[in-house]
């Protein structure tokens, strides 16, 4: 019997390609977004692998609407071995101006879901005697940049949760780990170039250079690939004794 994984925000991005890497190593998946063609990714995934997968737009903003994502999936699958904790918004404003709403919503999104998903899945992780959790967190989990108060708050916050379950699974089997990566060229993050080269009159291209790939050693976006790799190995059966660490995808970023 294959595995079960479930990733939130997995149907673009750095969940896709989560995603996709788990779906090729024989897991099945719950898919989690808010894509109106999330149905569609997730069956096409598993078409291609020849793996089980269902789809979830939960709203991550509602407790009740994290733990029914989880006890979807349970029933669906009838166990869950591997929570992905992907999902996250972004705002990005000087204290003064930011709204309360946009701080209020990136801290659910962020951080809040992840304590109500790993919460609902406890119990069943425990049962199994086995468990993998991986939050993916950031660079800015472990580095703070001007106009990101919420996201950096956040960030910090589940690797903060993350050694905490990392203690509380160890009885268990139940390991949870963090990635913290660097810029990576999502459609959000090509969506934040044009918007930076537009406000401050540059060119995208020294946007890249000057504005977000300035902390980091290496000078490229980090890929996502490495990420999905990184995934895999934390959800392995061997990596028991990987826990509570936090992984920095990032460059070089935090060497510094």
């Known amino acids: 019997?294959?595995?079960?994984?479930?990733?939130?925000?997995?149907?673009?991005?750095?969940?896709?390609?989560?995603?996709?890497?788990?779906?090729?190593?024989?897991?099945?998946?719950?898919?989690?977004?808010?894509?109106?063609?999330?149905?569609?990714?997730?069956?096409?995934?598993?078409?291609?692998?020849?793996?089980?997968?269902?789809?979830?737009?939960?709203?991550?903003?509602?407790?009740?609407?994290?733990?029914?994502?989880?006890?979807?999936?349970?029933?669906?699958?009838?166990?869950?071995?591997?929570?992905?904790?992907?999902?996250?918004?972004?705002?990005?404003?000087?204290?003064?101006?930011?709204?309360?709403?946009?701080?209020?919503?990136?801290?659910?999104?962020?951080?809040?879901?992840?304590?109500?998903?790993?919460?609902?899945?406890?119990?069943?992780?425990?049962?199994?005697?086995?468990?993998?959790?991986?939050?993916?967190?950031?660079?800015?989990?472990?580095?703070?940049?001007?106009?990101?108060?919420a996201y950096v708050a956040a960030k910090h916050g589940v690797i903060g949760m993350t050694k905490v379950l990392a203690l509380e699974g160890a009885p268990y089997n139940i390991t949870c780990n963090a990635i913290c990566p660097g810029y990576v060229k999502t459609p959000l993050v090509e969506g934040q170039i044009k918007d930076q080269a537009k406000a401050h009159n540059m060119t995208e291209e020294d946007v890249v250079e000057k504005v977000m790939l300035k902390k980091q050693a290496v000078k490229q976006f980090v890929p996502v690939k490495v990420i999905a790799d990184m995934a895999i190995l934390l959800a392995k059966e061997s990596s028991t004794t990987i826990t509570g660490t936090s992984f920095a995808l990032d460059g070089g970023w935090s060497a510094q």
């Not at 673009?12 to 996709?20: D, P, V």
């Not at 089980?52 to 349970?74: C, H, P, Q, R």
């Not at 809040?112 to 991986?134: H, L, T």
Request: aromatic residues 8%; without cysteine.
């Open 1 to 149: 019997m294959n595995k079960t994984v479930l990733i939130t925000g997995s149907t673009s991005g750095i969940g896709l390609a989560i995603a996709k890497k788990f779906a090729k190593k024989g897991y099945d998946i719950m898919f989690h977004g808010l894509e109106t063609n999330g149905a569609e990714i997730a069956k096409k995934v598993g078409a291609k692998h020849n793996v089980k997968v269902a789809f979830s737009n939960a709203n991550l903003l509602k407790s009740e609407a994290v733990e029914g994502l989880i006890a979807d999936t349970i029933t669906k699958f009838g166990e869950l071995h591997v929570l992905v904790n992907n999902a996250g918004i972004q705002h990005v404003s000087p204290i003064e101006d930011f709204p309360n709403a946009k701080y209020e919503n990136i801290v659910a999104i962020n951080m809040n879901a992840v304590f109500y998903a790993s919460k609902a899945a406890w119990n069943q992780m425990k049962q199994q005697k086995f468990g993998r959790i991986i939050n993916i967190s950031s660079v800015h989990g472990l580095r703070a940049s001007e106009f990101k108060s």
